[in-house]
């Protein structure tokens, strides 16, 4: 959205992708590979900003202490020439990052992120997170995500539930990692088919990859068997379903075909999940975790259910309340709708995030205004 935006405006810019190529290993850990993988990123960056002209780098932060050697040599190189600097947090770990480090890492986080002018935030909760670094009050700001959902993929009025004879469809969007709560789901699905009499049909889009932060499987293959030995057991064949990744118009319509989207989270780095934010544009009650800024993207519980426990029987338990009720699911995904449009709209996240990285927080505060003319 941003890259599509300077171009909108005329405005010029690099891009340096940090993306790690290997998704196999668990997140925010070392390897040689990724090590030597940066050495590309790292030339590019340094001929860009040491012989360039004075621009804006805005970079967005890791949650790990490797990931966060690497901003440092970024954040070094952009402050030898005086750039200005803008950091984004896309999670929401950071306080339990630098709670975790002894106290002479703390002191380099801290005086590194000094550096930075702004430091962006997807939730007001994560505003404490950065208290560690002297005048955190004024460089801190809180962005929403923004989603370029096709606003022609919007229903106008929400979603109903199904007939009779048809079934509830539940969707659950992410990557499949065990701290995401997807194994709960599936137990809630047996729970919901065969203890409750529920006729439900859930789809599972996404990759099995290894998080840091519980490691029950070696390899994702091994975490990929598993699920389906789990199905099998408990004869879920005609009731789950594993989509693998869906992207483009196969996960608009998986988004369109759902009507309820669980995801019962406690993944370490969560910020405020898209797959929520596209949950809630295609009109899904949405059942997820009171964890990270999802609460806050949920109006505390307005435009969603928040569960306050990842056991599979709380997760049936909110699914079968919604089942029940067919007018108060209609109304939560009208709220749902409504609370996409007045937060997470692509405009809306555009009109504040440009202006904190072209001008800086002073220029943001008041009323939007077009960005200015500086590069990025």
Not at 36 to 52: Q, V
Not at 59 to 66: F, V
Not at 107 to 112: C, K
Not at 184 to 211: K, P
Request: hydrophobic share 45%.
């Amino acid at each position: 959205m941003l890259v599509q935006a300077f171009s909108a405006r005329g405005l010029s810019y690099d891009v340096i992708d940090l993306s790690p190529r290997d998704t196999s290993r668990p997140d925010g850990s070392f390897s040689l590979g990724r090590a030597f993988s940066f050495a590309g990123p790292f030339l590019r960056a340094a001929r860009l900003l040491l012989l360039g002209r004075r621009r804006t780098v805005y970079l967005l932060l890791a949650q790990s202490w490797p990931g966060f050697l690497r901003d440092a040599v970024f954040i070094g190189l952009s402050c030898v020439r005086g750039q200005r600097l803008v950091t984004h947090l896309k999670g929401g770990g950071y306080a339990d990052f630098y709670a975790g480090l002894p106290a002479w890492k703390q002191r380099a986080v801290a005086s590194v992120l000094s550096r930075a002018s702004a430091i962006l935030v997807l939730s007001g909760s994560f505003r404490e997170h950065f208290s560690f670094v002297p005048g955190y009050e004024e460089k801190v700001e809180v962005v929403f995500n923004g989603l370029p959902f096709p606003e022609a993929r919007l229903p106008a009025l929400g979603k109903r539930l199904p007939e009779a004879g048809q079934p509830v469809r539940i969707l659950y969007l992410s990557n499949l990692v065990e701290s995401k709560g997807y194994l709960e789901l599936l137990e809630a699905v047996r729970i919901l088919v065969r203890e409750r009499g529920l006729d439900v049909e859930c789809r599972f889009c996404g990759e099995f990859l290894l998080s840091s932060d519980e490691r029950r499987y070696a390899t994702p293959a091994e975490a990929h068997d598993d699920f389906f030995d789990r199905v099998s057991r408990a004869d879920l064949q005609d009731h789950v379903r594993w989509a693998g990744r869906a992207g483009g118009d196969e996960k608009l319509d998986a988004l369109a075909e759902a009507h309820i989207f669980v995801l019962p989270t406690r993944y370490r780095n969560e910020g405020q999940p898209v797959s929520i934010i596209e949950a809630l544009a295609s009109g899904c009650a949405v059942v997820a975790t009171r964890h990270r800024g999802i609460p806050e993207m949920l109006s505390e519980g307005a435009a969603g259910v928040l569960l306050d426990s990842i056991k599979p029987e709380s997760i049936a338990d909110a699914v079968e309340a919604l089942v029940a009720d067919p007018e108060a699911f209609a109304a939560l995904s009208r709220a749902s709708v409504e609370r996409y449009r007045d937060a997470f709209r692509q405009s809306a996240h555009l009109e504040r995030i440009l202006p904190l990285i072209l001008s800086g927080p002073a220029d943001a505060a008041g009323p939007q205004r077009a960005a200015g003319s500086e590069g990025s």
